[in-house]
């Protein structure tokens, strides 16, 4: 499967009342009165974008950031734009490691003396989607 293109923030992992893992849709996550308004921010309108060599998070500019400041923190490299209004929250790398996409999830550290290995699957469900930690997304038509 050719993973590169862009892709839309589709499904949020999270739990239910007995603690079971559960998958709900944006709309769903965006409606939930238990969630803090903080995380909701954090998932509206997030999508990837993924090229040869990187899967680029982004996420729309937070509203009331003046473009003042979006000029500064674009002058200073600190912000990078995709669009008018989304931003480059993280890059990862990627590569096909022998048939099995991978990502580098940046994870550090040993367990029992071993080094953790930071690259990942790239996980696929039966429907399309591509599962990267707790996020499910839809490639874009």
Not at 6 to 19: A, G, S
Not at 56 to 67: D, R, Y
Not at 75 to 87: P, R, T, V, Y
Not at 113 to 120: A, C, M, N, Q, T
Request: aromatic letters at 10%; proline letters at 4%.
């Amino acid at each position: 499967m050719d993973i590169r293109g862009t892709w839309n923030l589709y499904r949020l992992m999270t739990r239910d009342e007995n603690l079971n893992i559960i998958w709900k849709s944006v709309e769903e996550y965006l409606a939930d009165p238990n969630i803090d308004d903080d995380f909701k921010k954090g998932v509206d309108g997030n999508q990837l974008v993924i090229d040869d060599e990187f899967i680029n998070f982004l996420a729309k500019i937070p509203e009331g950031v003046s473009q003042e400041e979006i000029d500064e923190a674009l002058a200073s490299g600190e912000l990078k734009l995709f669009s008018d209004n989304l931003m480059l929250v993280e890059k990862k790398g990627w590569k096909d490691d022998n048939g099995v996409l991978k990502f580098d999830t940046g994870a550090k550290g040993e367990v029992m003396g071993e080094p953790i290995d930071p690259w990942s699957p790239i996980k696929f469900t039966d429907d399309g989607l591509i599962e990267l930690m707790v996020y499910r997304y839809k490639k874009a038509d």
